[in-house]
């Protein structure tokens, strides 16, 4: 026996009512497939089109149901009031269950035409679709919700601790690129966004078990076989670390290896890193990536527009003019720019200019003074209490039209980046010096718009390029790499690296570009090794690449070492040899105070080289250090190339 669905019946009853057809049993069988089959395509491919959807035939449905059999049970029972009012409602609620009531009204005025039989068995199809659908929907959402995490149970693991737009953007393209199973962990989440989540590949656990990392849960997840990456990204700042910090309590309570484990989350990095980091004495996780907002975005500026794009180069690599730039806000993101811009900034046959623009520039200065003292003795940074929306702001940017290259507004404030970065891009076109970049730098990363009515270029910094350190910081592991002699990989070498370590890798990395374009060659031409850059070039690129590095250090913190205490270390290093010990300090660096010999100009380099290989007996070259820091670009990017494919 053949069974038909509801819906189709009511289809097969419309046409028996017409005359009737042989292939009633096919054609029924047909329709019904194909309104299910639509069915679950809605709710698969579209879960939020299918809600709306059912909501409009149920109303519809209502709304029709009342109409047809309001008059239909006026007119069937002779006027009685009280027995239409009773049945009326009751019959509708029926219409969803797939039920008629065609026999008591069929000789009424809804139903006595061909057209208004039609537009009946139309409302009750519309009805019985709402409810079908929305049973489907419940159902078909339980299902998929359990093969995600049933398929979430195999291979290489994420988790991503919170649920908010960055952190899905994140998981999106963690399934876009890699071979990973996603799982969002959140104390809750309404039902559209696990659909969404559920239906885009990924799943999705709740609850108090799941963020208090319970023992159920990390055996449910399967987590001691597999390598697991998490991204603690929750809008609260303090959640992100006591998830990490219970995360990591269960993950050692487990007994899951170290070395199949990695976090990123958002902090400083000096304070998180020691907590959370695997070391001989205590559990951890095997890589702890701590990220600063800020930073992240002054680092996405650099990469977005690079302050070389801007500059000009004679054939020996020298600089033709100043770079000269405005930062307007310092906050946190004011402040992290301004230290990039100088570290990137700094080129042989220049000089760096900086004005800095804040209502309270006094008042937001006082770690910067305290903590990197020589940054703003050692370059030409003004910084000026004013708005980037005032006179005086304006009058500096008229002052310098013809010499600026760059606007960095960042006041903290996205909507008012954008006020102001809009006027004055107007304000630039109008004066003929569309040339002047204007970027937007916020928590969200990077906006810039080359000129008024051009495409606008976003950097979002919530994403893989820079939270995944394998993706943002992969030229600068393999630069890290070439400082180590060990056996280890990469990798390991990477992992075993102090957080200054990373950041002056970073540093020399993102700063590789320019020498490309310094030295007039492009990136192809130094892979096909036709690249050798000799003479006076050789020597401006290694002189440049100094000034990078004395920049990197003045950012950090750093001051010159006075010659006295550099003559005491040649004196205690001597006598050390003198009685046959080997020295354990190095003359030029006194990390603990952050002192450093070599934080002199290049000129003075080859002095400093002599007078430290009389005390130690070595032969070292720093200005050839320097050099070779650069010589080493074609093999670094040759291997970075490499790494990429893999």
Not at 11 to 37: C, D, H
Not at 203 to 220: D, F, M, P, W, Y
Not at 299 to 324: K, N, V, Y
Not at 542 to 553: D, S, V
């Amino acid at each position: 026996m053949l069974l038909i669905p509801p819906a189709s019946h009511v289809i097969i009853k419309f046409i028996n009512l017409n005359g009737g057809m042989r292939m009633l049993p096919i054609l029924s069988l047909i329709l019904s497939t194909l309104v299910f089959f639509a069915m679950i395509l809605a709710l698969v491919l579209k879960p939020t089109a299918a809600r709306r959807l059912s909501t409009v035939f149920m109303t519809i449905g209502v709304i029709g149901g009342l109409l047809i059999y309001g008059i239909g049970y006026t007119e069937a029972f002779q006027g009685d009031l009280a027995m239409t009012v009773i049945r009326t409602p009751m019959t509708v609620i029926r219409m969803f269950i797939g039920v008629n009531d065609l026999d008591t009204i069929k000789n009424t005025v809804p139903v006595s035409t061909r057209t208004g039989l039609s537009v009946f068995w139309t409302v009750h199809l519309m009805a019985f679709y709402s409810m079908a659908s929305a049973a489907m929907y419940t159902i078909g959402a339980g299902v998929l919700r359990n093969l995600r995490f049933v398929l979430a149970r195999h291979g290489d693991l994420t988790l991503i601790y919170g649920i908010n737009e960055k952190s899905v953007m994140l998981g999106h393209q963690c399934i876009e690129r890699g071979k990973t199973s996603v799982v969002f962990i959140a104390e809750s989440a309404d039902e559209a966004t696990v659909n969404d989540l559920n239906t885009a590949g990924m799943s999705v656990l709740t609850g108090n078990a799941a963020v208090q990392c319970e023992q159920s849960v990390i055996r449910k997840l399967r987590i001691r076989k597999r390598r697991l990456t998490v991204y603690a990204l929750d809008r609260a700042e303090d959640e992100n670390l006591f998830y990490a910090l219970r995360l990591k309590a269960a993950l050692e309570k487990a007994g899951v290896p170290v070395k199949n484990t990695q976090i990123t989350l958002p902090g400083a990095e000096d304070i998180l890193a020691p907590m959370l980091q695997a070391s001989e004495a205590a559990y951890g996780f095997g890589y702890v990536n701590v990220f600063d907002s800020a930073d992240l975005a002054a680092r996405a500026l650099i990469r977005t527009c690079p302050p070389w794009s801007f500059m000009h180069f004679d054939a020996q690599g020298r600089a033709m003019e100043d770079f000269d730039c405005v930062v307007a806000g310092f906050g946190r993101h004011g402040q992290a720019a301004l230290k990039k811009l100088v570290m990137n900034g700094q080129f042989a046959g220049s000089t760096f200019h900086a004005a800095v623009f804040s209502p309270n520039v006094e008042n937001e200065s006082g770690f910067l003074e305290a903590d990197s003292p020589e940054l703003l003795r050692q370059y030409d940074i003004r910084r000026i209490a004013a708005d980037a929306r005032s006179s005086m702001f304006y009058d500096h940017i008229r002052s310098r039209l013809g010499s600026l290259k760059m606007i960095v507004i960042c006041t903290g404030d996205e909507a008012m980046n954008r006020e102001i970065s809009d006027n004055l891009m107007l304000y630039l076109r109008r004066n003929h010096a569309e040339r002047i970049c204007v970027v937007q730098c916020g928590d969200s990363g990077v906006r810039y718009q080359q000129t008024v009515g051009k495409p606008v270029i976003r950097t979002e910094i919530c994403s893989l390029d820079y939270l995944s350190a394998k993706e943002t910081d992969r030229l600068a592991i393999l630069l890290n790499s070439t400082y180590d002699n060990s056996d280890r990989s990469d990798w390991e070498k990477w992992m075993a690296c102090d957080s200054f370590g990373k950041m002056s890798s970073r540093a020399s990395a993102d700063f590789l570009p320019a020498f490309i374009r310094i030295s007039g060659s492009s990136r192809e031409e130094i892979l096909d090794g036709t690249w050798n850059p000799d003479g006076a070039l050789q020597q401006v690129l290694g002189q440049t690449e100094h000034l990078r590095w004395c920049a990197f250090h003045y950012a950090m913190g750093y001051v010159p070492m006075s010659r006295m205490e550099f003559e005491a270390n040649c004196d205690a290093f001597s006598r050390l040899r003198a009685k046959g010990k080997q020295p354990t300090f190095r003359i030029s660096k006194n990390p603990e105070e952050r002192k450093h010999a070599c934080l002199i100009p290049w000129e003075e380099l080859d002095r400093l080289s002599e007078e430290e290989n009389r005390a130690t007996g070595r032969n070292v070259d720093y200005k050839q250090i320097d050099i070779n820091n650069v010589l080493a670009l074609p093999k670094l990017l040759r291997a970075e190339q490499e790494a990429a494919k893999k």
